[in-house]
């Protein structure tokens, strides 16, 4: 990689910008880990914060561990990164690191208030002290969906990522590939069957795929619209396994987003917004993995399926993904952090597939690593988002 397309270093790309109220008086920023949530992807975004807590540089910053429990209880929970890994084939729980069965965790929402108070049942309210930005790694609905973005703009509160806009659009693969399209970024053949359709016309529903099979042929991918780390994906060769399917994606969403089967390479590329403004990581490729129809969750979080970095491209092809990826983070508004992901087809065009507005932190996820191979190190990373968040104005911007 060229020395004009390296990445500043944590301390150029943050020493010009606005600095928080705490790093004005003197005090180290404070900052608000907030994990779990109520996906599906609760497990995964444990991990996550595992890994981020465990990169955070406490000389620079304090740290408070927030986790959301299953069913939406904020709870103050221990700050042990060891006890968020994946152990025996299984995701760790927020309740099983919270503090207490009961206490919860209230968030300002007055823009004049940053502090964070605890309660517990029949005890007095103790106050945490505030907060200078939160590190919400929340994967998925009610946290990545533009939801918690929403709660901290209301707050006026600094927080790592993309914004409401960015980040509802990013969750919903619909209105993604309808952006893209608008800004001519070449987008796979879909069809989307909505909630009121699949419940009351299903026939018309199945008339539809046909037509869709028709034209693009088999297979199909079913998706939820609205999840992320391949949770209720079935790939369908036959019309004999679309209503399973269908119902597999419905427990996870009841919009489902159809996808004709492209052939071609997997190529993924970090995009990380800097001073100058957002910068591509070199691409990673994913292989084909043994033993899955797809990358699907088992493979990228259970089985360790390993992504190659950076991706057997050529300099043009290398250079075509970054801009391409750059152009995606920019078409959706997006802040601070995405993953664009691509298909490289056989006659050498690239096909976005998507974007997450918050991927993966886990120690084997490829955004981290497609940045470690940049020149910017995992903690650089968490670092360079922080600083960002800090520099960056709350409300309209």
Request: charged residues 25%; hydrophobic residues 40%.
């Amino acid at each position: 990689m060229s020395s004009e397309n390296l990445p500043q270093s944590p301390a150029s790309a943050a020493s010009s910008g606005a600095s928080s109220d705490a790093s004005s008086t003197g005090q180290k920023p404070r900052v608000a880990v907030v994990f779990g949530g109520r996906s599906s992807e609760h497990g995964v975004s444990v991990v996550t914060a595992g890994a981020v807590l465990r990169a955070i540089d406490r000389s620079k910053y304090d740290v408070l561990p927030i986790g959301i429990t299953r069913e939406g209880r904020w709870a103050l929970t221990s700050d042990d990164p060891e006890r968020m890994a994946i152990s025996d084939r299984r995701v760790p729980d927020v309740a099983d690191l919270a503090e207490s069965p009961e206490g919860g965790v209230v968030l300002p929402v007055d823009p004049s208030s940053r502090e964070v108070v605890y309660t517990e049942p029949g005890s007095v309210p103790k106050a945490l002290g505030d907060v200078d930005v939160v590190f919400p790694v929340l994967h998925g609905p009610y946290g990545e969906d533009g939801t918690i973005q929403g709660l901290l703009d209301l707050s006026g509160t600094p927080y790592v990522g993309c914004g409401v806009l960015s980040s509802a659009v990013g969750q919903d693969k619909e209105y993604m590939k309808r952006i893209f399209t608008s800004f001519g970024l070449k987008v796979g053949p879909y069809l989307v069957i909505r909630p009121r359709e699949w419940e009351r016309e299903q026939e018309g529903a199945r008339r539809r795929v046909a037509d869709f099979v028709g034209e693009h042929g088999w297979p199909l991918f079913v998706k939820p619209a609205r999840a992320g780390s391949s949770f209720g994906i079935t790939k369908v060769e036959s019309f004999d396994g679309l209503d399973e399917a269908m119902e597999t994606a419905r427990a996870h969403d009841p919009k489902v987003i159809i996808e004709a089967g492209i052939v071609g390479r997997e190529i993924e590329c970090g995009v990380l917004e800097f001073e100058d403004g957002p910068r591509a990581s070199v691409p990673a490729e994913i292989p084909p993995v043994q033993a899955h129809d797809f990358y699907d969750f088992e493979a990228k979080y259970i089985d360790s399926a390993t992504g190659i970095v950076p991706a057997p491209l050529t300099g043009e092809e290398t250079a075509e993904v970054r801009r391409l990826a750059v152009e995606a983070f920019e078409a959706v508004s997006c802040e601070g952090i995405v993953r664009a992901d691509f298909f490289l087809t056989e006659d050498g065009e690239f096909v976005i597939n998507e974007i997450n507005t918050l991927p993966g932190f886990t120690p084997i996820s490829m955004y981290p690593r497609m940045w470690e191979e940049t020149g910017v190190s995992y903690p650089e990373l968490v670092d360079l988002l922080l600083q960002a968040a800090l520099r960056r104005p709350t409300g309209l911007r």
